[in-house]
């Protein structure tokens, strides 16, 4: 599935939803940013938790990069694919480098 194809995908989701996801395809690789900062970016700066369930349900893996999201704390946050909080951390690492 192609970027485009996912835009048009989205569609069939909630608004709030695609306002999350497309904010997180523009994470550059390599980089991560806090659920509060995409709250923020997206309009709705107390909703940093409503983004975490949007992410929860993110369809699009690996196209839209719920992994480059994580806690203000510097903590992972959950990650709700296969291999949980491990492979997260894997991601990250592995586009850090």
């Known amino acids: 599935m192609t970027e485009k194809d ?5 569609k069939k989701y909630p608004l709030f939803y695609q306002k999350v ?6 994470i550059p690789s390599g980089e991560v940013r ?3 900062w995409v709250a ?13 369930l949007a ?13 480059r999201v994580i806690r203000s704390d510097g ?3 959950g990650y709700s694919a296969s291999g949980g909080i491990t492979k ?10």
């Not at 996912?6 to 989205?10: Q, S, T, Y």
């Not at 349900?57 to 839209?64: D, H, L």
């Not at 997260?88 to 480098?97: A, C, G």
């Open 34 to 36: 806090s659920y509060k």
């Open 21 to 26: 996801w497309k904010c997180v395809m523009k």
């Open 6 to 10: 996912v835009l048009i995908e989205m």
């Open 88 to 97: 997260k951390k894997s991601l990250i690492e592995k586009e850090r480098y």
């Open 55 to 67: 992410l929860k349900k993110n369809p699009f893996a690996p196209i839209v990069p719920c992994h």
């Open 40 to 52: 923020e970016k997206i309009g709705s700066p107390k909703a940093f938790r409503a983004v975490g």
């Open 75 to 77: 903590k992972l946050g």
